[in-house]
Structures are given as C-alpha cells and as structure tokens.
C-alpha cells in the first residue's frame, strides 16, 4: 500500500536542524506564570523563578494591566454580559460596541467605525468584500493582508518595500493595459512589524490620486500611538485621503479586536457584504470596553509621552553601541545577520533577565535576522538601563560589538 500521509517527524527533525524549531512554553507553566500575558514593566512576568523584563510585546502603551481599564471591564461584564452571544446583525449589538466605534471614528476623523472580531478578520473581510480588479500591496505587508487578496481573488501586484518608483511602475504597466472600468485597491501596512518602517503614506496617496485608486491602510501597530490617539495617517493628516483606514485593538489598545474606519458608504457596505462581520459573533462587550478605556486613556493620559521617551533612550543607547537599528518606529529591530548569531544574542538577553525573542527565516529573509525590541510606555528608566546593559554584555559574548 502506497503511503500518502505526512511525515510529520521528519520535518520537524528539518527544521530542528536548522536551528528553525519553534516550542511553545509548557502550558503548566503558561498557566502559572502568566508569562506573556503579563505587562511589559514591572517585575512580572516571572520565568523559571528568575523576574524578567520583556521588551518583545506589541503592548506599546503598557495598558494591558491598568486598573481604568480594569474596571470598565468589569462593568461590562457585569452590565451588559461576557459574550456578544450572536452577530451584531442578530442580537450582538450592545452600547458599548457603539460607543467604541464612536470613539474610534472620532479619533480617525472619519465618518463612521465597524469593530471585528480582530485585525485578521478585519483585513480579510474588508478585502474581499470590496471585490478589487487589482490589488497593490507592499512586498512586507502583514499575513491578514496576504490572505484577504487570495480570498478576493484579484490580481495582485506586489511592489517593493515602502518604494514609491516601485509602485509607480506597477500602477503604470496594469494602465498601459487598460482597465479603465476596473477598480484598484493600493494596500499598506502603516508601520511595518518586523522593519519598524513607515509607509510613505502621503507620495502613496499622491499615486493613488494620479491614477484613480482606492488607499487601504493598516494602522495595527499604530492605533493609539500619534496625535490625539491617532496613527500615522493621523500624524500627516491624511484622514480625508485614505479610504480605508484599519487597526486592531490588541496591541496599543490592550485588547482584542479589529476595526475598519471609513465614510458611511464604506461602513454600510461592509457591514453587508464583509462575511467575517455578518457571520461572526460579535466582539465581546469586555473587549469592546477595554479598548474604549485604552483609547480614551492613550487621547488624555500622558502614555504617548512615555512611549517615545522609552524609544528614543533606547535606541540611542543601542545604536552608540554600534548596533544596527533600521525603520523610524516604536518598533526597534537590532539587526543581527544570521540566525545562529540572533539564537545566541537572544540566549545572552534571555540570561540577564531581558526576554526579546530572535526573529528568523521565514519570518524575516535569509541573512537579516534580528532581534525585534519594542520598548513599552510601562517600562521605568531603570529596565531601559536594564535592557541596554543586557545587549550590551551579550553582544560581546556573541562577538557582535
Ligand atoms: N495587521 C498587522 C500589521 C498585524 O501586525 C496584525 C497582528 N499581528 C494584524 C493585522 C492582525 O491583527 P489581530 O491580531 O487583531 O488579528
């Protein structure tokens, strides 16, 4: 007999020896210790009895255990109830939902706002509901992107890395084709996850001008950071610009959940036609109240502040040491080059309390490995030191400095 199962075993003996196994924490120990879950600051979390500082969250705001935010879950909960039990469109609907999509189109000065259950589904939803001709996305945008232009089955046109010329030529060579009947989606990560780059939104919005197409932005490492709680379509004043403006509500805003912003039609039509809204159970009313707080609390609260004062030290320290930082973000990858180095130079933080992941193949291309830090607002000078001091020793135990 023919075998044609998957040999499972081996490719995992593959991976292992190129140093690409990934292991998930026992969950015994997940449970216990809470280790991811916890905030970036302070002394949790606690790992194997020996207190360590992560500086590898997308927690940017240190919001994911304040006591403001705390509270309106509770009420929530015990208000409105844990569960949305049914889709917005059935009998999911709460205030709290309407209140958080209030707040989220105010602070992206448009029209309307329509919470998902997350980012993921936000982006493959709204996709694949607008039914694109042509898609235009940026070589390094993020998976939910990727996965909402298979599901809309367009064409899609992959340019390069935040490369304006790049762009141009795709949108040139699909109008020398012709097309004039058909409809173009530009779609961009705002900050990139993995380079800490930003977009080059506005020449993206002058392009998209110049030939007639729609601009879709994703805002999910963003949300929360720039002007008045805004992202970096806020930060340049692009509102009116950009057609369709995403986030999600799990990492500045301490939370769980996506959004779409938009003008009314855009909303309505989504609201129709995106089928991970329409068949999706709601958002649960705690998720949707937690990140009303953190949204009010990253408008009001002086959290931004403490962010970017984080970010700056950070890589100034980092960067006078002679390390590589690439992009302009919160979002601070040390380059490293191969992946061994990367293991090693995370296994020396690791060691001195500091837990920042390496980031490798396939994740980033061949060569470019990194560690990806991402100071919080929660963390205290002392954990910035920390941290330094940490890389600064490792780095030349791995005879990188
Ligand atoms: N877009 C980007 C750029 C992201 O980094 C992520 C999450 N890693 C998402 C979308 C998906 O968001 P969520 O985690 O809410 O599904």
Not at 79 to 108: C, F, N
Not at 381 to 397: K, M, N, P, S, Y
């Amino acid at each position: 007999m023919e075998d044609r199962g998957f040999d499972l075993e081996s490719r995992l003996e593959s991976l292992q020896s190129q140093d690409l196994k990934r292991t998930l924490s026992p969950v015994d120990r997940v449970a216990e210790r809470g280790y991811f879950a916890a905030p970036s600051g302070g002394e949790l979390p606690v790992l194997e009895g020996s207190e360590a500082l992560v500086f590898a969250s997308n927690n940017y705001l240190g919001l994911t255990a304040d006591e403001r935010i705390e509270e309106a879950v509770t009420q929530a909960a015990a208000t409105v109830g844990t569960g949305a039990g049914a889709s917005r469109l059935v009998t999911g609907d709460t205030l709290v939902h309407r209140d958080l999509e209030r707040q989220l189109a105010e602070t992206k000065d448009t029209e309307r706002a329509l919470v998902f259950s997350s980012g993921y589904a936000a982006n493959v939803g709204t996709i694949a509901a607008l039914e694109p001709d042509v898609i235009f996305s940026d070589e390094h945008n993020h998976a939910s992107i990727i996965d909402g232009c298979r599901l809309a089955a367009a064409d899609t046109v992959v340019y390069d890395h935040c490369d304006l010329a790049s762009l141009r030529i795709a949108l040139e060579e699909q109008a020398t084709r012709g097309g004039e009947d058909e409809s173009w989606l530009i779609v961009t990560d705002s900050i990139f996850s993995m380079d800490g780059t930003v977009a080059p939104l506005t020449g993206i919005a002058d392009l998209a001008d110049e030939y007639g197409a729609w601009v879709m932005v994703d805002e999910a490492h963003a949300t929360g950071l720039y002007a008045d709680g805004g992202g970096v379509v806020q930060a340049e004043g692009l509102a009116d610009r950009i057609d369709v403006q995403l986030g999600t509500l799990s990492k500045a805003l301490a939370s769980q959940g996506g959004y779409i912003a938009g003008n009314e039609a855009l909303i309505e039509y989504l609201v129709n036609e995106a089928r991970s809204f329409v068949f999706s159970t709601g958002l649960t009313p705690p998720a949707a109240a937690a990140a009303s707080e953190a949204l009010h609390v990253a408008r009001h609260d002086d959290v931004r502040e403490r962010l970017w004062d984080n970010v700056a030290h950070l890589r100034d320290g980092l960067e006078a040491m002679g390390f590589a930082i690439t992009g302009d973000s919160q979002i601070l990858p040390v380059r490293v080059g191969n992946r061994q180095d990367a293991l090693m130079l995370a296994d020396g933080l690791r060691e001195r309390n500091v837990v920042a992941p390496a980031i490798r193949p396939p994740t980033v291309p061949e060569g470019t490995s990194r560690i990806r830090v991402t100071p919080t607002a929660a963390h205290s000078r002392d954990d910035i030191v920390t941290c330094l001091e940490a890389f600064q020793a490792a780095g030349e135990e791995v005879g990188l400095l």
